[in-house]
């Protein structure tokens, strides 16, 4: 049986139990006394390994097996976590992660892991030396009949939650081929290939071995439910949780499945053509005004809506996902740096599209090394200035409005605005004669290619490409990035982001002949042009609105389009947290779903575009860029 097919399934549940052990290993860390972690450790290496075993990744299983004596012997003698240990499984569980990605495409042998395993089974000898124990051997059941004859049935049942069902029933036929001929496979191993194979099968096998031996020898194929042995049923006990509760029955019916990212991504393209067809549908019925057609154009618009909202609450995913690889980041880093920094996360269970998602990992890892290396002081630094000597980083993740808010705070050193001035006006960047930068002109300093303040580059910063990635990633997923700084007291960056890329609600602009698409998210209100009194600030043109100075754009004269506006003209008021501006257009031509897509402007395009759609007449339009325009 070809088990390649298992493989991006087997990488997938590896990599989430190589998270689990990160996490684990740094709550150990907190709590060197407990044992609760190390418990779960020797879990997760122990599944890995089981899982390598079954896709015939000797390397992976190796270390893994090593990694699993080690974290035995720490669970039996209950010793408290060392520097040195930690250390020791912080790399053994790297090694893992790297054995598994070149396993999987096949370049196993490249894997060099040989110091790893020396220094595994170096502190697993030193151990049991101490007097750690080695698991016992299984001592044979009280009033076993003497072993039966040749030719027994033995009946399995994989845990209903059991990955690679079809390769693990391979796995159980081997161990049982290890004790004597075996035939009678029902189904055929055929159907372990498909999806039909419930991991429920049989086998016949002639050995004269006892039935607790030949038991134990399938379960050691692992996520065996229940071993029926010459019609004496062996049922493993239910799996226990943390905590003490047992799991599910193996029975209950499993409500989730794992689906391939690519299919959603081709369930949300085609939704998005249905979208367009759906707005040509009901320009077309408004037209034609008959009844029948109406109803159907009702009845559509209804249906793709809810398929719409389906897909999209599909491809929704927890934060937490991306979160959890930087407790680890943040930990390596204040060690290199000689600093004491305590990290939280919050908010982990609000969700993002999937797409989203994947594209943050790169800006909030460079704003957390910014935030450890630039943010933090050391503990030396920080006692003169009357703190405590431990550091505070946080990451947090909350709902607003149509809108997800991804803050990274630091109760560090803070910015020096000073020392940003300076440089900037040695730059050119800002006006010789300026003498103080706001949170929005600092923010644009800081975003632009190749600054940096840093006096040496180093491993962790100094080549001035952290914060303009992190901005130009986030303004092209349709997001904007606030910063606000007090010197001494420490910063925060605050990322907003749409909840989903594919599919938003936006209004409708005119200007001149051409109509422009504005999300949304970020339209706050609009006034009209004319009838609020206009002021002038900071050189600007602005209108006060409730107590609050809003700053216009005239998009006509932005966009450099000919001919006189009309008399009257609309403001949309867009609000990105604290920031507001008024977009004047020279009409609203109502509200729309629309299906963004990519949009590579041509050089020398204002950035003030985030990309594209296809209106219902088939006629495209760009989608304006709320944060270009602030």
Not at 138 to 156: D, H, K, M, N, S
Not at 181 to 202: I, K, L, M, N, Q
Not at 293 to 306: H, K
Not at 385 to 402: D, Q, T
């Amino acid at each position: 049986m070809d088990l390649s097919q298992y493989a991006e399934l087997f990488l997938a549940e590896s990599r989430e139990h190589l998270s689990a052990c990160n996490q684990l290993l740094l709550e150990w860390e907190r709590a060197p006394a407990s044992a609760a972690p190390v418990a779960g450790l020797f879990r997760a290496v122990h599944t890995v390994k089981g899982m390598a075993a079954t896709m015939g990744y000797a390397r992976v299983t190796d270390l893994a097996h090593r990694a699993e004596n080690l974290l035995d012997l720490l669970r039996r003698g209950g010793r408290p976590a060392t520097d040195d240990l930690l250390q020791l499984l912080f790399r053994a569980r790297d090694a893992l992660e790297t054995a598994v990605e070149l396993s999987v495409v096949g370049r196993e042998d490249e894997i060099d892991v040989a110091d790893t395993l020396a220094d595994l089974d170096g502190a697993a000898a030193e151990l049991a030396s101490r007097g750690g124990h080695t698991a016992p051997a299984p001592a044979p059941a009280p009033g076993v009949e003497a072993p039966a004859t040749a030719g027994r049935l033995v009946q399995v049942t994989l845990r209903s939650d059991a990955p690679l069902k079809g390769g693990r029933a391979l796995l159980v036929l081997k161990r049982a081929q290890a004790l004597g001929p075996v035939h009678g496979v029902t189904p055929s191993e055929a159907v372990f290939e498909t999806d039909e194979f419930d991991g429920r099968f049989s086998f016949r096998i002639d050995a004269s071995t006892a039935a607790p031996d030949l038991e134990r020898a399938v379960r050691a194929a692992g996520d065996v439910e229940h071993v029926t042995v010459g019609g004496e049923e062996r049922r493993a006990p239910a799996p226990v949780a943390p905590g003490g509760a047992t799991g599910p029955p193996a029975e209950a019916k499993s409500r989730h499945i794992r689906v391939d990212l690519r299919r959603l991504d081709g369930l949300m393209d085609l939704i998005g053509e249905l979208v367009t067809v759906r707005g040509r549908l009901n320009e077309l019925a408004a037209y034609a005004r008959d009844p029948a057609i109406d109803d159907v154009a009702i009845q559509v618009s209804r249906l793709s809506t809810e398929l719409q909202a389906e897909i999209i609450q599909a491809r929704m995913t927890p934060v937490w996902q991306v979160f959890d690889r930087f407790p680890r980041l943040v930990r390596d880093l204040a060690r290199e740096l000689g600093k004491q920094v305590v990290f939280r996360v919050e908010g982990k269970e609000i969700e993002l599209d999937r797409a989203i998602l994947d594209e943050l990992g790169d800006p909030l890892l460079h704003l957390l090394r910014n935030a450890v290396d630039h943010g933090m002081e050391t503990p030396a630094e920080r006692r003169r200035g009357g703190k405590a000597p431990e550091g505070e980083i946080v990451l947090a993740a909350v709902r607003e409005r149509a809108s997800v808010a991804i803050s990274v705070t630091d109760n560090g050193r803070g910015i020096a605005r000073g020392k940003i001035l300076e440089r900037a006006k040695r730059d050119g960047v800002v006006d010789a004669h300026a003498e103080a930068l706001s949170d929005d002109q600092l923010l644009r300093v800081l975003a632009r290619p190749g600054f940096s303040t840093a006096d040496a580059v180093t491993s962790v910063s100094g080549r001035g490409v952290g914060i303009d990635v992190a901005v130009t990633r986030i303004r092209a997923l349709g997001g904007s990035i606030e910063i606000r700084s007090e010197e001494g007291k420490g910063t925060t960056f605050v990322l907003r982001l749409p909840v989903t890329l594919a599919i938003v609600r936006a209004l409708i602009a005119g200007v001149g002949t051409e109509r422009y698409a504005l999300p949304l998210t970020y339209v706050s209100e609009t006034v009209e042009f004319g009838v609020q009194p206009t002021t002038t600030v900071e050189g600007r043109e602005a209108i006060v609105l409730r107590d609050r100075v809003v700053p216009l754009v005239h998009l006509r004269r932005l966009l450099g389009v000919i001919g006189d506006a009309p008399t009257r003209c609309p403001i949309i008021v867009l609000e990105m947290g604290e920031r507001r501006s008024g977009i004047v257009v020279d009409g609203m031509l109502g509200q729309h779903e629309i299906v963004v897509k990519g949009f590579d402007a041509p050089q020398g395009t204002l950035p003030v575009f985030s990309g594209a759609t296809i209106m219902g007449d088939g006629i495209p339009a760009l989608i304006l860029d709320a944060g270009g325009l602030l």
